[in-house]
């Protein structure tokens, strides 16, 4: 299973453009190229290399290690949230809440360590939280056939309405656990380093690969979303997965609002909103099928990188404002699901 | 008797509509002249004109979002047309010599329709014609349509200051709000083109299997481009209302959430996102359950900022009751009632 991974990855030099390659090389490559399982990731994984190559000939001091290290200090949280969605996703469901509970969670921890709980009651206590409002989520969907849309609607102006019932103002945090975690940085050598939060992104990275990939939980989750009838008659457990990807993605949209909270330190209940969209945004340009069935954690990882690398140009850029980042994000969401399209049009 | 309260019971509007009643119920103990409604300048007023006034976009996003919802589509992008139409308006407004004549705010109004109408078409194209999934066609134009907005408003809030348009949004015709006899008028268009022709039918169709009724002969593809185009026509006039009442075009926040406010009145009112059935007048009912919700909020004396979370708990309970497990249950026990009492009349 592991390999199988890796293969999207290993074709990336030879598919640039212009490489004379033997004839098997190109056949391989094109049908990697033209597999709606790995096809949107390889591309995914070209265009950033080539968004980040452009991005280093205009700019000066764009091609540095550091610029790279700060797409995933940037952009921890937003790693972790895509992680969550694409175990969703990949259920063939959509979750709309994740902005909200990042919003929440940052409320909550901001709150309580106002009045002097110690970070490690309430850490763990927001991921418990979140991960209850998950289950209640997947078992309205599950139980009571409610539309993921409308349930994890639900679940987001809850979110949203519980933030402002705890404040309607930004709580700063001025705990010394959360300021030092969200000051230290991790040297890697020379001038580069990297924040706690990266490390813990990552992790969580390499747990859902494990996850996906190596567990019986992993191939049902697969499973439900190539076909839930054929699972179910297959025998696998779909009520229990399906219920337990909920609880999954609200577990991460809490862990990405504790990383938010290092990143911002401070609450405030207007934080994150449209996030959803974003995690959404980068598990497609990832190359996950909204249909469920296809799709990599990695990929979603890259397709945060490529979001994350936009913004990075556009910052670079400096005369363009900010809000060209939501039209990019737009027209590359375009693309990549027109490319989908294409791509498993042709499997057919 | 028990037959006729049954069949009430079993009917799609019975719980949308108790909602509605429960929530008036409460509206007039907490203060007893909510049905009052008095002339005052020659003007109607009262807190029931009142909720018809402000629930009025949302009505005519909801009756847009209907027809789409019937053919088991959604459009998310509703909220970005409406600031993408205010925008428009407002800015031709601004730039033309004369903002406070009629002439202009007519050249206005007919261009942010006209660029409404194309941004329709362009949903209608994606789903009808490319074949993306309706919920990712919009969410493209749901990111990149407020950046869109912001393009056109430069990032400003645009204020205008022209009477005729500011008519638009808190004007009176023969003492009803204007914003109100648009909602009705809609409505009407809709009821009346929809139900008393086959096209509510052919609608229904292509909701229930596009395939099937591509076979039978109803043009699906034109269908759905008409219903994407209309959906966006009916957010243009919302957001023409929504930005004339402020005399401001925001980019950011103009129509913000209303997508999903449209949807939970199109779900209250008992039409299923799974497409193949509707009822506007449910819709009907759903929007004005969301307004007299908002409305109750404010007289009941919480704070408003705890809106969000009232709104989840109403969509919640609405879903729950809708769901087919819960009528499941309602009817076996249902019949072990009938059984017993079936029981009790042999014994006796």
Redesign the interface.
């Known amino acids: 299973m592991t390999n199988l991974l890796e293969a999207p990855q290993q074709p990336k030099l030879p598919a640039g453009p212009g490489t004379p390659s033997t004839r098997r090389l190109g056949a391989t490559i094109r049908n990697l190229m033209t597999s709606p399982k790995y096809g949107p990731v390889i591309v995914t994984a070209v265009l950033f290399i080539a968004v980040f190559v452009i991005g280093g000939v205009r700019y000066r001091g764009f091609f540095s290690g550091q610029v790279f290290l700060n797409l995933l200090v940037d952009n921890s949280y937003l790693i972790v949230l895509a992680v969550g969605m694409t175990f969703v996703i990949l259920t063939g469901g959509?979750d709309l809440s994740v902005g909200a509970v990042v919003a929440l969670s940052g409320m909550i921890a901001a709150s309580l360590l106002q009045t002097g709980w110690s970070p490690s009651v309430v850490i763990p206590l927001i991921l418990v939280l979140t991960s209850v409002l998950g289950l209640l989520v997947g078992l309205?969907i599950h139980?009571?056939?409610?539309?993921p849309?409308?349930?994890t609607?639900?679940?987001?102006?809850?979110a949203?309405?519980?933030c402002?019932?705890v404040s309607?103002s930004s709580i700063s945090i001025t705990d010394p656990v959360f300021v030092s975690l969200a000051q230290t940085r991790i040297p890697l050598g020379g001038i580069l380093s990297i924040t706690p939060s990266v490390i813990i992104a990552l992790v969580v990275v390499a747990i859902a690969v494990w996850v996906l990939h190596a567990t019986r939980f992993g191939r049902t989750v697969y499973a439900i979303g190539a076909g839930e009838q054929s699972g179910l008659l297959m025998g696998l457990p779909v009520a229990r997965t399906k219920v337990l990807v909920y609880v999954i993605s609200g577990f991460c949209s809490g862990l990405a609002g504790v990383l938010f909270t290092f990143y911002t330190l401070s609450g405030y209940p207007l934080t994150a909103i449209g996030t959803e969209?974003d995690a959404?945004?980068a598990v497609?340009i990832g190359g996950t099928l909204?249909?469920g069935g296809y799709g990599f954690v990695l990929g979603s990882v890259l397709g945060v990188l490529v979001l994350g690398v936009i913004q990075t140009i556009i910052t670079f850029e400096g005369t363009l404002?900010s809000?060209?980042?939501?039209?990019f994000?737009?027209?590359l969401?375009?693309v990549f699901?027109?490319l989908q399209?294409v791509l498993t049009a042709r499997r057919r | 008797m028990s037959a006729l309260f049954a069949r009430v019971v079993a009917h799609r509007l019975f719980w949308p509509v108790v909602m509605l009643l429960v929530l008036f119920t409460i509206n007039l103990i907490a203060f007893p002249g909510f049905f009052t409604v008095t002339i005052r300048d020659g003007h109607l007023f009262g807190s029931l004109i009142d909720i018809l006034r402000n629930g009025a976009p949302t009505l005519i996003i909801a009756i847009g979002m209907t027809l789409v919802i019937a053919t088991r589509g959604?459009d998310l992008s509703v909220g970005a047309v409406c600031a993408i139409s205010g925008a428009v308006a407002c800015s031709i407004i601004l730039g033309s010599p004369t903002p406070g004549s009629l002439s202009t705010v007519a050249v206005a109004v007919t261009v942010a329709m006209l660029i409404a109408l194309v941004l329709g078409m362009w949903n209608g194209f994606?789903v009808a014609v490319?074949?993306?999934?309706p919920?990712?066609?919009t969410?493209?134009?749901?990111?990149?349509?407020?950046?869109?907005a912001?393009?056109i408003t430069e990032?400003q809030i645009l204020t205008v200051n022209s009477p005729p348009f500011k008519f638009l949004g808190s004007g009176f015709w023969f003492g009803i709000p204007i914003a109100v006899i648009i909602a009705a008028v809609v409505f009407a268009v809709a009821a009346l083109v929809t139900r008393r022709t086959a096209l509510g039918m052919f609608i229904e169709s292509v909701g229930i299997n596009p395939e099937a009724s591509r076979q039978a002969g109803v043009r699906a593809r034109g269908l759905l481009f008409v219903v994407y185009t209309f959906s966006a026509f009916c957010a243009a006039i919302a957001g023409l209302i929504l930005t004339a009442n402020t005399a401001a075009a925001d980019?950011n926040n103009t129509g913000l959430f209303i997508e999903?406010d449209a949807?939970?009145a199109v779900?209250i009112g008992g039409t299923s996102?799974?497409g193949g059935r509707y009822s506007l007048v449910g819709t009907l009912v759903g929007a004005l359950v969301i307004q007299t919700l908002v409305t109750t909020v404010y007289t009941v004396g919480i704070?408003p900022?705890?809106?969000?979370?009232?709104?989840?708990?109403v969509?919640?309970a609405v879903?729950?009751l809708q769901?087919?497990?819960?009528a499941e249950a309602l009817r076996g026990f249902r019949q072990r009632l009938a059984i017993r009492a079936g029981k009790g009349v042999a014994a006796s």
């Open positions: 959509i309205m139980v009571f056939k409610v539309q849309f409308i349930a609607l639900a679940a987001m102006f809850l949203r309405g519980l402002y019932m309607q969209l959404i945004a497609v909204l249909t404002s809000w060209w980042t939501r039209i994000i737009g027209a969401l375009l699901i027109i399209k | 959604i994606l490319v074949g993306v999934q919920i990712i066609a969410l493209i134009l749901m990111t990149a349509g407020r950046g869109i912001m393009l990032g980019a999903l949807i939970l779900v996102l799974a704070p900022i705890a809106t969000m979370v009232f709104k989840a708990a969509v919640t879903c729950l769901s087919p497990t819960t």
